[in-house]
C-alpha cells in the first residue's frame, strides 16, 4: 500500500499488519534464541561431564547466569527501542543488531572465564594433540609401508650428515696437525 492513500482505515490496515509482521519477527528471535541457549546449555553441561568437581561445575552455571542476563537485558533494551520506534523516535537497525552483537560478545566473555570453560577447553586441546599425534604416527607408518621417506627418515639423515661433518672436520684438524708435525 502506498502511504499516499489517506484513507484512514487503510492506513490503520497498514500499521496493523507492519505492527503484526514486526511482532512475528521479533518473536520468532526469541523463540530462536531461546532454542540456542537450550542447546548451549546442554552441550556445556555435556562437556563438563560427570567427573568435573563441584566448584567448577557451580562456576560454570554462574557464568552461564550472567551470560543469560546479559541475553535477557539485550532483549529488554531491544523492546524499549522498537516501542521508541513506534513512537516516532529515530532507531536504526544497527543499533538493534549492535544490542545483540554485543550482547553476544558479552556473554560469550562469561562463559569463557569459567575454570570449566577452560577445562573444557584444554581437555579438547589435549584430545585434538593425542589425535593429532596418532595421525602423524600413522601417516609415517603409511609413507614407511610404501617405501617413501618419512619426515623421521630425513631428520636421521640430517642428524647423521651433521655427526659426519663433525667427524670430517675432526679429522682434518688432527690431519693439519700431523702435516704441520711433519714439516718441523
Same mark, same amino acid.
Given at each position: 500500500?502506498?502511504?499516499? %492513500?489517506?484513507?484512514?482505515?487503510? /492506513? !490503520?490496515?497498514?500499521?496493523?499488519?507492519?505492527?503484526?509482521?514486526? %511482532?512475528? !519477527? =521479533? &518473536?520468532?528471535?526469541?523463540?530462536?534464541? +531461546?532454542?540456542? !541457549?537450550?542447546?548451549?546449555?546442554?552441550?556445556?553441561?555435556?562437556?563438563?561431564?560427570?567427573?568435573?568437581?563441584?566448584?567448577?561445575?557451580?562456576?560454570?552455571?554462574?557464568?552461564?547466569?550472567?551470560?543469560?542476563?546479559?541475553?535477557?537485558?539485550? +532483549?529488554?533494551?531491544? #523492546?524499549?527501542? $522498537?516501542?521508541? &520506534?513506534?513512537?516516532?523516535?529515530? /532507531? &536504526?537497525?544497527?543499533?538493534?543488531?549492535?544490542?545483540?552483537?554485543?550482547?553476544? %560478545?558479552?556473554?560469550?566473555?562469561?562463559?569463557? *572465564?569459567?575454570?570449566? =570453560?577452560? %577445562? /573444557?577447553?584444554?581437555? $579438547? #586441546?589435549?584430545? +585434538?594433540?593425542?589425535?593429532?599425534?596418532? =595421525?602423524?604416527?600413522?601417516?609415517?607408518?603409511?609413507?614407511?609401508?610404501?617405501?617413501?621417506? $618419512?619426515?623421521?627418515?630425513?631428520?636421521? #639423515? *640430517?642428524?647423521?650428515?651433521?655427526?659426519?661433518?663433525?667427524?670430517?672436520?675432526?679429522?682434518?684438524?688432527?690431519?693439519?696437525?700431523?702435516?704441520?708435525?711433519?714439516?718441523?
Amino acid at each position: 500500500m502506498s502511504m499516499t %492513500n489517506t484513507d484512514p482505515e487503510a /492506513v !490503520q490496515r497498514y500499521w496493523q499488519e507492519a505492527i503484526e509482521g514486526m %511482532n512475528e !519477527q =521479533f &518473536s520468532d528471535a526469541v523463540r530462536q534464541n +531461546a532454542d540456542a !541457549q537450550a542447546e548451549f546449555v546442554e552441550a556445556w553441561l555435556e562437556a563438563l561431564g560427570e567427573g568435573t568437581d563441584e566448584e567448577r561445575v557451580e562456576g560454570a552455571i554462574e557464568g552461564y547466569k550472567r551470560a543469560y542476563e546479559t541475553w535477557m537485558e539485550a +532483549a529488554q533494551q531491544t #523492546v524499549e527501542r $522498537t516501542t521508541d &520506534s513506534f513512537e516516532g523516535e529515530d /532507531v &536504526s537497525a544497527e543499533e538493534i543488531r549492535d544490542t545483540w552483537l554485543s550482547a553476544a %560478545n558479552d556473554s560469550f566473555k562469561e562463559i569463557m *572465564g569459567t575454570a570449566a =570453560f577452560a %577445562n /573444557v577447553t584444554g581437555q $579438547t #586441546v589435549g584430545d +585434538a594433540l593425542d589425535m593429532r599425534g596418532q =595421525f602423524e604416527e600413522l601417516s609415517q607408518e603409511t609413507l614407511h609401508d610404501l617405501g617413501m621417506a $618419512t619426515k623421521g627418515d630425513v631428520q636421521e #639423515v *640430517g642428524e647423521r650428515l651433521v655427526e659426519l661433518e663433525r667427524r670430517q672436520h675432526a679429522v682434518e684438524e688432527k690431519l693439519d696437525r700431523v702435516i704441520e708435525h711433519l714439516e718441523e
